[in-house]
């Protein structure tokens, strides 16, 4: 069962929907790293990598603020060149 939840986890994070991933930092990002060892081929690190260089903000600031320092150096590369995304329809006029 718990390769399932890791896995469902993961296809959240993945999904690029901001609630999705949201729900899953908030009620499951301390055990992340726990889940990590339940997938088979995917990673929760190359969800981040991916996010952190679209500039996902909300992963950034999970990241920064939460992550255990030994996993954020294997992010450190994403971390330092981060540009927030700005969605299109936040134009300011």
């Known amino acids: 069962m718990r390769a399932e939840i890791a896995f469902k986890l993961y296809e959240s994070l993945e999904s690029r929907s901001e609630d999705r991933q949201r729900f899953v930092i908030d ?51 994403q971390i330092e060149n981060f540009v927030e995304a700005r969605p299109e329809d936040d134009l300011p006029f």
Do not use: A, C, P
């Not at 992340?32 to 081929?41: C, M, Q, W």
């Not at 679209?54 to 992010?75: A, H, Q, T």
């Open 27 to 77: 009620f499951f990002g301390y055990q992340l790293h726990e889940l990590e060892e339940d997938l088979l081929f995917e990673s929760y690190k190359d969800v981040f990598k991916k996010e952190l260089s679209n500039g996902n903000r909300l992963i950034f600031d999970w990241v920064s603020n939460y992550y255990s320092k030994d996993k954020r150096k294997e992010l450190e590369t």
